[in-house]
């Protein structure tokens, strides 16, 4: 299994400034990807991080509002841009592609409160 | 459309009570089903299943899948109240794709 660590783990921002959310696993992995949970929601995928390339969002999100890097293949890194309240949630690294298996490993999560 | 959809989307039962959570599916390319706890922040994993009619189990929690009829099923016998949580099902397609999840059953057991 992957192990991930993300960071930080909570945080309280005022709107208008950005956030860059870390997300480290310990080992290779194929795929990593960013979802959002809202109170009371369940997972939305934001994007699939890609090693050297863009990344792909799925519908609704966008690069300019949520840049992501993936410099290599133990560690991405989300910046949400421009917060607003409606922002304010967990954020959730998710990485997979160990071999042999499909199973999605996911970080601890980051919650962003935004005033 | 890829679609997985999980029944009920919430449940309130007494400790010791047995619960069976619902999970059936349409995805095109199926590979596995997974089965997620979350309690509060990060799903931890519970199962996967590949094959139909291959109990998965651990402790209290089980899971069997039925490829046939697109359904999986999560049991948990004599609950007790940390079994409390949202139980999430994915479903992984052929392909680098992420998984397609539910939208999670929230349980609750009471004392």
């Known amino acids: 299994s992957a192990v991930i660590s993300q960071k930080p783990s909570r945080d309280i921002c005022q709107r208008g400034t950005s956030l860059t959310i870390q997300c480290q696993v310990d080992?290779?992995?194929?795929?990593m990807f960013w979802y959002r949970q809202q109170p009371g929601q369940s997972l939305t995928l934001i994007a699939t991080?890609?090693?050297?390339?863009?990344?792909?969002?799925e519908s609704g999100f966008v690069i300019d509002k949520f840049p992501i890097s993936r410099p290599n293949l133990t560690f991405s890194t989300l910046t949400v841009s421009n917060m607003s309240p409606e922002d304010s949630s967990i954020y959730l690294c998710?990485?997979?592609?160990?071999?042999?298996?499909?199973?999605?490993?996911f970080g601890p999560g980051t919650r962003l409160t935004v005033l | 459309e890829d679609k997985v959809v999980q029944s009920p989307l919430s449940l309130v039962v007494h400790e010791g009570d047995t619960v069976t959570l619902n999970c059936s599916y349409e995805?095109?390319?199926?590979?596995?089903l997974l089965w997620y706890k979350q309690e509060k922040k990060a799903p931890t994993f519970l199962f996967m299943l590949?094959?139909?009619?291959i109990e998965k189990k651990s402790g209290r929690l089980s899971s069997i899948l039925d490829k046939k009829e697109l359904f999986s099923i999560l049991n948990i016998t004599a609950t007790q109240t940390g079994d409390s949580a949202v139980y999430l099902c994915?479903?992984?397609?052929?392909?680098?794709?992420?998984?397609?999840f539910g939208k999670g059953t929230r349980l609750s057991v009471i004392a």
């Open positions: 998710s990485a997979s592609g160990t071999p042999g298996t499909d199973t999605q490993y």
């Open positions: 080992s290779q992995v194929t795929m």
């Open positions: 991080a890609n090693q050297g390339s863009e990344a792909t969002y």
């Open positions: 995805v095109t390319n199926f590979r596995s």
């Open positions: 590949t094959s139909s009619g």
């Open positions: 994915a479903v992984a397609v052929a392909g680098n794709t992420p998984l397609v």
